[in-house]
C-alpha cells in the first residue's frame, strides 16, 4: 500500500495506491480533511493511519517525505526527548 499526499497552497490530493493499482484518489481542499472528534491527532498537522469497523495488522510503517520534514510527536521507547 503506497499512500501519496501532494499539498500545493490550500488544495491537497490524497492517492492511495494498493499492490500498484490506483485504488483511491480525491483532490480538494485541505480544510476538507478533518478526523473529526473520533480520530483527533494531538497535534492537527501530525499523520496518522488508523481502520474503521474492521481488523488491520500493520507490520510495518516507512515514511518518505517529498519535501519538509518529518519529526516524532513523542520519542521511541527507551529514547531520550530531542
Do not use: C, H, Y
Amino acid at each position: 500500500l503506497d499512500i501519496t499526499v501532494a499539498l500545493k497552497g490550500t488544495q491537497a490530493e490524497i492517492v492511495v495506491d494498493l499492490d500498484g493499482v490506483i485504488f483511491l484518489r480525491w483532490q480538494g481542499r485541505q480544510s476538507l480533511l478533518s478526523p473529526g472528534t473520533v480520530w483527533k491527532m494531538p497535534d492537527p498537522k501530525a499523520l496518522g493511519l488508523g481502520v474503521f469497523n474492521s481488523t488491520a495488522t500493520f507490520e510495518g510503517v516507512r515514511l518518505r517525505m517529498l519535501s519538509g520534514k518529518a519529526r516524532p510527536l513523542r520519542p521511541a521507547a527507551g529514547q531520550p526527548p530531542s
